[in-house]
């Protein structure tokens, strides 16, 4: 929280927030273990970390979401987020999670962490409801 009140900042450089989120880590458990599910998420989260190093700052608040502030323009960031999201995937593809991410353009979008949070998360909520239209579609 610390680090995004700094982002949201007027006088700020301008900076993304991002959240990737994990989805059907249930049915990963009910099928393989709760410590399976862990790993898994332990082996996704040190990718990410790795991946968003040396421009993003990584934090994983919640078991199925990472977190990532990068002081860069979103065009700056867009390759970056485009590559973890591959990556992420074909990583969980054998556990048939779901990965989706939001983001947030700060300050532009939000004036305190909490506004940066929702602006975020409601991106995430629309990439989840695509990526599943997306997979009724194709059957």
């Known amino acids: 929280m610390v680090h995004l009140a700094e982002a949201v900042e007027p006088e700020s450089e301008p900076s993304v927030f991002v959240v990737f989120g994990l989805g059907g880590l249930d049915d990963h458990e009910l099928a393989h273990g ?3 599910t862990n790993d898994l998420i332990a082996r996704l989260a040190d990718d990410f970390a790795r991946m968003v190093r040396p421009e993003g700052v990584c934090y994983a608040p919640r078991r199925r979401e990472f977190c990532a502030i990068f002081e860069l323009s979103v065009v700056e960031v867009s390759p970056i987020l485009a590559n973890a999201a591959i990556t ?7 556990a048939e999670l779901l990965i989706a991410f939001g983001l ?4 532009a979008q939000a004036d305190d962490p909490l506004a940066a949070l929702r602006v975020a998360d409601g991106n995430l909520v629309q990439a989840r409801k695509t990526q599943r239209r997306n997979r009724a579609a194709l059957g």
């Open 34 to 36: 709760l410590e399976a």
């Open 88 to 94: 992420l995937r074909r990583e969980s593809a054998l």
């Open 104 to 107: 947030a353009v700060l300050p």
